[in-house]
T-cell receptor, first 117, second 110 residues
Framework: NAGVTQTPKFQVLKTGQSMTLQCAQD?????MYWYRQDPGMGLRLIYY???????DKGEVPNGYNVSRLNKREFSLRLESAAPSQTSVYFC????????????????FGPGTRLTVL | GDSVTQMEGPVTLSEEAFLTINCTYT??????LFWYVQYPGEGLQLLLK?????DKGSNKGFEATYRKETTSFHLEKGSVQVSDSAVYFC?????????FGKGTRLSVIA
């Protein structure tokens, strides 16, 4: 059982380049999330998708776009990377709808370490 | 909005020492509370959770009790091991996606 998978694991970009981080889950979960983790800041929510076809901004959405391609996949795009976007990015999923948003466990992928030069 | 405050680290303990990591929260309504653990180079994984007041979550020797009167969810373990070295995150969820504390790094030395 793969759970939540993310690609790539590592990426180095130059300022102004674009890229897409991929995330997929095989648990038939409805909700999916993108977080960034920076030293001393914990995890901050970038975007989330409560269900297929919907997306919502989180705490730090500027400079990012997302696509909920289908129920399994939720991608994060950086259109013009900046050094401030150097971070570790985590994708997560949670069952919800039909489950319980208060108690369902959120499962995390292994992360993508992104460096923008 | 909802928020979580946890003690700043790093915390360094000797093997078999007692561990407490403090966590307090601010939330409307009745959130569920979680502790996640992140081992070096890995993603986060759920350690334990509690979904209502006075519930105690427990796993791998760790415990935390949901205290509504003090809005706290402190993590404890009676005897830590070197393998417990990791970053620990307190989190809550209610009508919103998970909100995390900033994390506490624990180092256990033999």
């Amino acid at each position: 059982n793969a759970g939540v998978t993310q690609t790539p694991k590592f990426q180095v970009l130059k300022t102004g380049q674009s890229m897409t981080l991929q995330c997929a889950q095989d648990m038939n979960h409805n909700s999916m999330y993108w977080y960034r983790q920076d030293p001393g800041m914990g995890l901050r929510l970038i975007y989330y998708s409560a269900s297929e076809g919907t997306t919502d901004k989180g705490e730090v959405p500027n400079g990012y776009n997302v696509s909920r391609l289908n129920k399994r996949e939720f991608s994060l795009r950086l259109e013009s990377a900046a050094p401030s976007q150097t971070s570790v990015y985590f994708c997560a999923s949670r069952r919800e709808r039909g489950g319980n948003r208060y108690t369902d466990t959120q499962y995390f992928g292994p992360g993508t370490r992104l460096t923008v030069l | 909005g909802d928020s979580v405050t946890q003690m700043e680290g790093p915390v360094t303990l000797s093997e078999e020492a007692f561990l407490t990591i403090n966590c307090t929260y601010t939330a409307t309504g009745y959130p569920s509370l979680f502790w996640y653990v992140q081992y070096p180079g890995e993603g986060l994984q759920l350690l334990l959770k509690a979904t209502k007041a006075d519930d105690k979550g427990s796993n791998k020797g760790f415990e935390a009790t949901y205290r509504k009167e003090t809005t706290s969810f402190h993590l404890e373990k009676g005897s830590v091991q070197v393998s417990d070295s990791a970053v620990y995150f307190c989190a809550l969820t209610g009508n919103t996606p998970l909100v995390f504390g900033k994390g506490t790094r624990l180092s256990v030395i033999a």
